[in-house]
């Protein structure tokens, strides 16, 4: 059996072929955001919904998503102040 010599590859058609490979990287404005972790206190309403307190990431101005993972501390509806430490 003969051996087939490879021809030398170049810089160019090796970026090419890595370019190609590499995921997409979404958003330009927010990419480095992304896979982040931000801790936000939310309160808890009478009607079983959510009002944001402080904490919560500003949306990307280009796409407008929130890339962060977000994590809510919820303050029970009637105890202003007092935290429970649950985590959704």
């Known amino acids: 059996m003969v051996a ?3 021809l ?3 810089l ?3 970026l090419r072929h890595l370019e190609q490979k590499w995921p997409d990287p979404g958003c330009l404005g927010c990419r480095d955001r992304r896979g ?3 801790f ?3 309160r808890a309403l009478a009607d079983g919904s959510v009002v944001p307190v402080a904490g919560y990431p500003e949306p990307c101005e ?3 998503q929130v890339p ?3 994590i809510r501390e919820i303050e029970p509806y009637g105890a202003p102040g ?3 430490g649950s985590v959704t």
């Open 12 to 14: 160019r058609t090796r």
């Open 62 to 64: 280009r796409c407008g």
């Open 68 to 70: 962060e993972r977000i």
């Open 82 to 84: 007092r935290r429970t």
């Open 8 to 10: 030398p590859t170049t």
């Open 4 to 6: 087939q010599r490879r």
């Open 40 to 42: 936000a206190l939310v």
């Open 36 to 38: 982040r972790i931000a």
